[in-house]
């Protein structure tokens, strides 16, 4: 079923493979077939998440209200999948770094049927010019995704950090929040490169993309203290160059600095998640 929520022109995943060349579509049933995938969910699953889109649960009033945050999302031009959105604040000499995470948990859950295929799946694959989710669209793409101008269900990491980036205290909320904007690593890089004149400047999250820089820095230093490898890794593109006979390409991305603050935040989160499981 289709939802206004939803953020995929193609919610199967049929119509991205009917554009590919028959000799790649050969290729890739080979791989679904080693590895048990498919793009179409049990009867049982689809039954569970139009239920969801009934009620998406964003009106729960247990959830704390953070609307008015001046959320975004920063990612590659073409995720459709949005699980985090960020805002920094300074607070004192230190700053106040929100982390959302889609909240995922509150649909799939124990015991549904969504949670044994999610389980079955494992993951989500990508492969050049498809993916296989392992959630339905509707949910990955849709509901559970923290698309922009939309509101969404999230687990909120508040972290408050001193003047050196160290985290001294947090807090996790189950929220709901709102995000202003889509962002891509490149263009939140254009605008640290050339904020005068960029079209990120003068918006409510301006400040918050200019303070990633400066809390991404003082994270990268305090991992350095602690003799961390920091790896100037780069991505790998796999694309499909067209033809009668179709050929796959493998190209090197090099990351750009807001990746890398990003980065440090992400892993800041899990750092601050992983010691309170400990406590």
Aim: aromatic fraction near 8%.
């Amino acid at each position: 079923p289709s939802t206004p929520a939803l953020n995929s022109p193609d919610p199967t995943g049929l119509a991205a493979v009917r554009r590919l060349p028959p000799a790649v579509v050969s290729d890739f049933r080979r791989i679904f077939e080693l590895a048990e995938l498919t793009l179409l969910f049990p009867w049982a699953v689809r039954a569970e998440v139009a239920q969801f889109e009934m009620d998406a649960g964003v009106a729960d009033p247990t959830l704390h209200d953070l609307t008015g945050v001046p959320f975004v999302t920063i990612d590659n031009e073409d995720s459709r999948d949005l699980d985090q959105a960020l805002h920094i604040a300074r607070e004192g000499r230190g700053y106040l770094v929100r982390y959302a995470l889609a909240d995922a948990s509150y649909y799939v859950r124990p015991g549904t049927a969504l949670f044994a295929e999610a389980l079955r799946r494992g993951t989500s694959y990508y492969l050049p010019r498809l993916s296989v989710p392992m959630l339905p669209r509707v949910l990955s793409e849709g509901l559970i995704s923290l698309n922009p101008k939309v509101l969404r269900r999230a687990l909120v990491f508040e972290m408050h950090l001193d003047e050196t980036g160290e985290a001294t205290h947090t807090d996790i909320l189950r929220a709901r929040i709102r995000s202003r904007a889509k962002l891509s690593y490149s263009g939140v890089q254009w605008f640290h490169d050339a904020p005068r004149y960029n079209r990120l400047a003068g918006k409510p999250y301006s400040e918050s993309l200019l303070l990633l820089r400066e809390v991404g820095d003082r994270r990268r230093a305090l991992a350095r203290a602690r003799h961390v490898v920091d790896f100037l890794r780069d991505d790998t593109v796999v694309d499909i160059v067209p033809g009668r006979v179709p050929r796959y390409t493998v190209r090197s991305a090099p990351r750009n600095n807001v990746s890398r603050w990003n980065e440090q935040v992400s892993v800041l989160c899990n750092m601050e998640g992983g010691r309170l499981l400990l406590g």
